[in-house]
T-cell receptor, first 112, second 114 residues
């Protein structure tokens, strides 16, 4: 079993739709969870950062962590064509020097 | 604020030629530094990471090497490139502390080996 599983998509939605992106993981030591957005031919940029379980909201984006199910989600409300990108989940344990473990990314297209 | 610079942005190299990609970070000291490779459909592959000058951890055995000659400089090298070395190379940094290790990426370097 891979440490982090993420559906690669592609996912295509109409503008204005609510998008749900998900990752599952197997390592119960993971405590820090992140979402990165990567536009075509660019480096990934940090979008959301959460610690342990719960929700975090930032504008149209909500990150959700369910540690009991080892499942994390990113919701995008009122999706825009500019949200078209690849979204990667990432996570790590307590050690600040342990490299992040990344999902393979989900490619999202928002159609105007 | 912190910035990360990576160059060159694009390069086309023949098989068997050497490679040198450079990365520098500004606005922070003693960062963790990383080299990743992203091949089409394969996600991000961690190649090397460094927690200090001269300290390099290799994640994947291959014909690539990394060096950290200065605190905020990270170099990815190869003596002889293979076709399979083609891909998108990303340098990244993080704060060296117990913080969940959020990392920040550069813009990347596109390498095509022909």
């Amino acid at each position: 079993q891979k440490e982090v599983e993420q559906d690669p998509g592609p996912l295509s939605v109409p503008e204005g739709a609510i998008v749900s992106l998900n990752c599952t993981y197997s390592n119960s030591a993971f405590q820090y969870f992140m979402w990165y957005r990567q536009y075509s031919r660019k480096g990934p940029e940090l979008l959301m950062y959460t610690y342990s379980s719960g929700n975090k909201e930032d504008g149209r984006f909500t990150a959700q962590v369910d540690k009991s199910s080892k499942y994390i989600s990113l919701f995008i409300r009122d999706s825009q064509p500019s949200d078209s990108a690849t979204y990667l989940c990432a996570m790590s344990g307590y050690s600040g020097n342990t490299p992040l473990v990344f999902g393979k990314g989900t490619r999202l297209s928002v159609i105007a | 604020s912190q910035t990360i610079h990576q160059w060159p942005a694009t390069l086309v190299q023949p098989v068997g030629s050497p490679l040198s990609l450079e990365c520098t970070v500004e606005g922070t000291s003693n960062p963790n530094l990383y080299w990743y490779r992203q091949a089409a459909g394969r996600g991000l592959q961690l190649l090397f990471y460094s927690v200090g000058i001269g300290q390099i951890s290799s994640e994947v055995p291959q014909n690539l090497s990394a060096s950290r000659p200065q605190d905020r400089q990270f170099i990815l090298s190869s003596k002889k490139l293979l076709l399979s070395d083609s891909g998108f190379y990303l340098c990244a940094w993080s704060v060296n502390r117990y913080s969940g290790n959020t990392i920040y990426f550069g813009e990347g370097s596109w390498l095509t080996v022909v």
